[in-house]
């Protein structure tokens, strides 16, 4: 955003600079929160399955590698819930503060824990608890960023603002991946010994200056409204489920097929290029650092033309890409040429995962009233997130060890999860430069 934006937004200049400061400071503090989460995942690729899990058995050991980065999609939603409820009742400051030193300190700890060669068992167990912990942090925390914009901006550019907090998703994985690259560049020896640990650790100081940003934001005014009126919901959540189950599941179903095109396209593919076609870490790598220059683009961009022709078109010719590039995802990638590799993880994850990944941040806020917006939107994206997006990576490759290694039957999965979320589409509102309630 920039002075000209002043004009853009309709709004005064000390507004339009205030609204400046609060999308970016939600972006950084984003950025934080998925860099923490987003690490584990390139991690449960390259390296957990042979650190944390007996040696014997590959295809075992990467199923429970999984397995542990499903823990984290199945927190989520316990995350959502603890945080939704005192987001609506407190507000959202509080709770964004408390999530971001729940993530800090769960991902500084892994860096630190011994393997299973040091301490057996407990090893994969201590793991588990802990990315139990970035689960519910990161669980908590999306929906007070995003509402922390969604309830400042103006109607007619909630689409583009809203999804500007979802940028810190490909930053938070560029600097994931840029710094897996970076110490994936040791030795292989050393990379294993020490050099993974790495950028868990030093995520601790990312915290510090995310939590530093976060204390000094405001609280909304939409927010600010309930409570003056005296309508802050005693149990948002018991709310949620007696007066508006189809907008919470509706806010699931449009979280399906994208979390299981991130997961496939971001996760399990990195394992599927170096184990199944011995293609080298740094072919992925380069594919995922990618296809995440690319979002910080496109998800604006996305975010944008749902302002001009609706949420539910663009979910609708997100879904129809899903479906179509499904099979053509593996076949490309079976080719094992680096460049169309890369080209192929930067379209699957652009056209499959971007569009409705930037769009729905306003659109699953938009789906409820002020008073229970941090609990359902919350709740409904965590929901999604850890029915497909936690469970993706393992049913992908629990179907292929049953399949005998073919990938048909995982672009079967996605053509299935795409057809969900076409199906909540048509369910879901359009509130493209609709008033929120």
């Not at 793991?127 to 509402?147: K, N, Y």
């Not at 907008?247 to 593919?269: H, N, R, W």
């Amino acid at each position: 955003m920039t002075v000209a934006d002043d004009v853009t937004l309709n709004v005064a200049p000390d507004e339009a600079a205030s609204l400046r400061r609060i999308v970016w400071s939600s972006v950084i503090g984003t950025a934080v929160e998925w860099y923490d989460f987003l690490i584990y995942g390139t991690a449960t690729a390259l390296v957990f399955n042979k650190v944390f899990f007996a040696a014997g058995n590959p295809t075992l050991a990467t199923i429970a590698a999984f397995g542990t980065y499903a823990v984290g999609f199945l927190a989520r939603p316990l995350g959502a819930a603890i945080f939704g409820h005192y987001g609506d009742r407190v507000g959202r400051k509080a709770m964004l503060a408390i999530t971001i030193m729940v993530m800090g300190i769960g991902t500084f700890l892994i860096g630190l824990l011994p393997t299973y060669q040091q301490i057996g068992i407990a090893a994969p167990v201590l793991l588990i608890g802990l990315r139990f912990l970035q689960g519910i942090g990161l669980g908590g925390e999306w929906g007070g960023a995003v509402l922390m914009v969604v309830e400042n901006c103006p109607t007619h550019r909630r689409g583009l603002l809203g999804s500007m907090v979802q940028v810190g998703n490909p930053i938070g994985n560029l600097a994931a991946i840029g710094m897996f690259a970076l110490v994936a560049s040791l030795p292989e020896s050393d990379f294993m010994a020490y050099g993974w640990r790495i950028p868990f650790l030093i995520s601790i100081l990312l915290v510090g200056v995310g939590l530093y940003i976060r204390l000094n934001m405001e609280e909304t005014a939409a927010f600010r409204q309930v409570q003056a009126k005296k309508e802050v919901a005693s149990l948002p959540l018991l709310e949620i489920f007696r007066h508006h189950r189809r907008p919470f599941f509706t806010a699931v179903g449009l979280k399906i097929s994208e979390i299981a095109y991130a997961s496939i396209g971001g996760v399990f593919v990195m394992s599927y290029a170096t184990a199944n076609l011995g293609l080298p870490r740094a072919v992925v790598l380069n594919g995922a650092f990618a296809a995440s220059l690319v979002a910080l683009l496109a998800i604006p961009l996305f975010g944008w033309l749902s302002d001009l022709v609706g949420r539910k078109t663009m979910f609708y010719a997100s879904c129809l890409f899903s479906a179509l590039f499904a099979f053509p995802l593996f076949w490309l990638l079976d080719t094992r040429d680096p460049t169309i590799v890369v080209c192929t993880i930067v379209v699957a994850i652009t056209f499959g995962q971007m569009v409705m990944f930037g769009i729905g941040a306003p659109w699953y806020s938009e789906l409820f009233t002020a008073r229970l917006r941090y609990s359902g939107a919350s709740l409904g994206f965590q929901v999604g997130a850890a029915l497909s997006g936690g469970l993706t990576p393992l049913i992908a490759a629990s179907l292929m060890a049953w399949s005998g290694g073919a990938t048909w039957p995982v672009s079967l999965l996605l053509i299935a999860c795409a057809a969900i979320t076409a199906t909540a589409t048509t369910f879901a509102p359009e509130m493209a430069n609709k008033e929120l309630t």
